[in-house]
């Protein structure tokens, strides 16, 4: 198991996905001998997950089952122990796209904070891209490294602890991309800078108050980034629902038909008395909103360094 290729079956020290529905999923790292509690019962890492192809549905001690999934950086970030506050994968979509991130691609980011985003800059750059992430925060930067190293993707990161205001990311003039999501990115512009490539590159600041934006804006402008812009993502989920709508009963019409043009059937006397009994209903599917969505979670400002 490698967090930036495929593997077909579950091995000891992989990191797996317990699935037991869209609400409800869980990492587990497999160990000969290890055991989890589910609701459904225990799972035997030896005898139900060890050899097992990703994808299986594993059947618990008390009958239930659930599915063992290989990780991705999507279900990382939904599954992953919160240091600090995280990227989502909506936002991240949008940072690797107006970031042009690709594989090869030398990428600077602060903080590193839970990983969630830096798991998915490592995926898109591999195989022969870099990713170094500055995070002041010691045991934040360690719990990374960890990670980093147990997903297998340790080559492809450097954590650096230091702090970015004042200290930079360590390197200059290598970077394709700079990535923020500090308190004040505006304190780091000039560092981003030093660490972009001569000839140029793309940086994103991530901040939730429009206070922070305008800063960092001010601050990108002075050290002469352009295409400077700032969006915010929101993301609106459907579920998918049988509807059942009722046809109005608009009368008979002078042929003696039902008006709504649909056969009725006939009617009892009874029924004709009481025609809201027997009213037509019309059965579809539709794509209906959640009740709730996704509130604001930050404004992305992007910039280019150009050469000239
Ligand atoms: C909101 S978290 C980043 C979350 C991360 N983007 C993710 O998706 O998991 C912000 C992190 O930046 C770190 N940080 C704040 N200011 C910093 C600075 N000046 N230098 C280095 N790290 C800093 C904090 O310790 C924190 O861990």
């Known amino acids: 198991?490698?967090?930036?290729?495929?593997?077909?079956?579950?091995?000891?020290?992989?990191?797996?996905?317990?699935?037991?529905?869209?609400?409800?999923?869980?990492?587990?790292?497999?160990?000969?001998?290890?055991?989890?509690?589910?609701?459904?019962?225990?799972?035997?890492?030896?005898?139900?997950?060890?050899?097992?192809?990703?994808g299986s549905k594993v059947t618990c001690s008390k009958g239930g089952w659930v599915y063992i999934l290989y990780p991705t950086p999507e279900l990382w970030t939904l599954n992953l122990r919160h240091r600090t506050q995280i990227l989502y994968s909506t936002d991240i979509s949008l940072i690797t796209m107006m970031l042009e991130l690709k594989p090869g691609s030398?990428?600077?980011?602060?903080?590193?904070?839970?990983?969630s985003l830096s798991h998915a800059i490592i995926r898109t750059i591999a195989p022969t891209g870099h990713l170094y992430t500055v995070e002041f925060h010691q045991q934040r930067a360690e719990k990374a490294i960890e990670e980093f190293e147990e997903h297998k993707v340790g080559?492809?990161?450097?954590?650096?602890?230091?702090?970015?205001?004042?200290?930079?990311?360590?390197?200059?003039?290598?970077?394709?991309?700079?990535f923020l999501d500090i308190p004040s990115p505006w304190e780091a512009v000039g560092h981003a800078k030093l660490a972009l490539k001569h000839e140029g590159g793309r940086i994103c600041s991530f901040s939730p108050c429009i206070e922070q934006v305008q800063?960092?804006?001010?601050?990108?402008?002075?050290?002469?980034?352009?295409?400077?812009?700032?969006s915010e993502i929101l993301l609106r989920v459907y579920n998918v629902r049988t509807i059942s709508l009722q046809i109005p009963d608009l009368g008979k019409t002078a042929d003696g038909n039902s008006s709504t043009g649909v056969d009725g059937?006939?009617?009892?006397n009874e029924d004709a008395l009481c025609p809201n009994l027997q009213q037509e209903t019309i059965q579809f599917k539709s794509g209906v909103p959640l009740k709730e969505m996704v509130g604001h979670t930050g404004y992305l400002t992007f910039a280019t360094k150009n050469l000239f």
């Open 265 to 268: 059937g006939s009617l009892s």
């Open 155 to 178: 080559h492809l990161v450097t954590v650096k602890t230091q702090d970015v205001c004042k200290n930079g990311f360590g390197v200059t003039n290598i970077a394709d991309a700079v």
């Open 215 to 230: 800063r960092t804006c001010l601050a990108l402008e002075e050290h002469g980034f352009t295409e400077i812009t700032t």
């Open 1 to 54: 198991m490698s967090f930036i290729e495929y593997g077909d079956t579950i091995k000891e020290g992989d990191t797996a996905i317990v699935f037991l529905g869209h609400e409800s999923m869980f990492p587990v790292k497999v160990q000969h001998g290890g055991k989890t509690q589910t609701k459904y019962g225990v799972i035997r890492h030896s005898t139900d997950l060890i050899g097992k192809e990703y």
């Open 106 to 115: 030398i990428v600077c980011e602060s903080g590193t904070g839970s990983a």
